[in-house]
């Protein structure tokens, strides 16, 4: 079984919908982050979560919000999802003793009609 | 604000041929790490340098890590169609930082 696995792995939804996007992690890690990538933009941090009590914002978290809601699970919401937001979604889980070497999910592909 | 800068952003080449792939900063790293991507996967880690000057081999692939530990770079020996991919690199500032990426390197072997 995959160690960090994405649920759903394809979405397609309106404009004004409110998404969550989850993500689950069997690694045991502390750290979680959620990134967005766009073609010719690269990978783009929204928010992470250094462990189930501490939230930051990343470079992008306009318009979206998450919840830690355990140690391994880390989910994204978009309160109201825009055309904008349609993207390419990793989650991602790190241990600090190992400098922040990331493990990645397979991605949600989110488009937002 | 993009503190990683990688270089080419694609490149093109054919079977056996060598290649280089650059990825360089203002900003001074304590580790810097390369990922691959493939298409529909997410990254998955390729290698972590920490020592400025160091130099680590995967196979056909060389690391070398910036003696200012500001950019790094990656070669690839006699490439193959397998090592088609998005090359991303990404910086710690610190253990308790989250990391920076690159845009990436579109790498496309072809037979």
């Known amino acids: 079984d995959a160690d960090v696995t994405q649920t759903p792995r394809n979405r397609i939804t309106k404009t004004g919908k409110r998404i969550m996007l989850e993500c689950s992690q069997t690694?045991?890690?502390?750290?979680m982050y959620w990134y967005r990538q766009d073609p010719g933009l690269g990978l783009r941090l929204i928010y992470y979560?250094?462990?189930?009590?501490?939230?930051n914002k990343g470079e992008i978290s306009d318009g979206y919000s998450v919840s830690r809601q355990a140690q391994a699970k880390f989910s994204l919401s978009l309160e109201s999802a825009i055309p904008n937001q349609t993207a390419l979604y990793f989650c991602a889980t790190s241990d600090p003793n190992s400098r922040n070497e990331q493990f990645f999910g397979p991605g949600t592909r989110l488009t937002v009609l | 604000t993009q503190l990683l800068e990688q270089s080419p952003q694609f490149l093109s080449i054919q079977e056996g041929e060598n290649l280089t792939v650059y990825c360089n900063s203002s900003s001074v790293f304590s580790s810097l790490q390369w990922y691959r991507q493939e298409p529909g996967e997410g990254p998955v880690l390729l290698v972590t340098v920490v020592t400025g000057g160091e130099v680590k081999k995967l196979k056909r692939l060389t690391f070398q890590f910036g003696d200012a530990r500001k950019d790094s770079s990656l070669h690839i020996t006699a490439a193959q169609t397998g090592d088609t991919g998005l090359y991303l690199c990404a910086g710690a500032e610190g253990s308790g930082y989250a990391l920076n990426f690159g845009k990436g390197t579109s790498l496309l072997v072809t037979p």
């Open positions: 690694k045991g890690h502390d750290r």
């Open positions: 979560s250094f462990d189930v009590k501490d939230i």
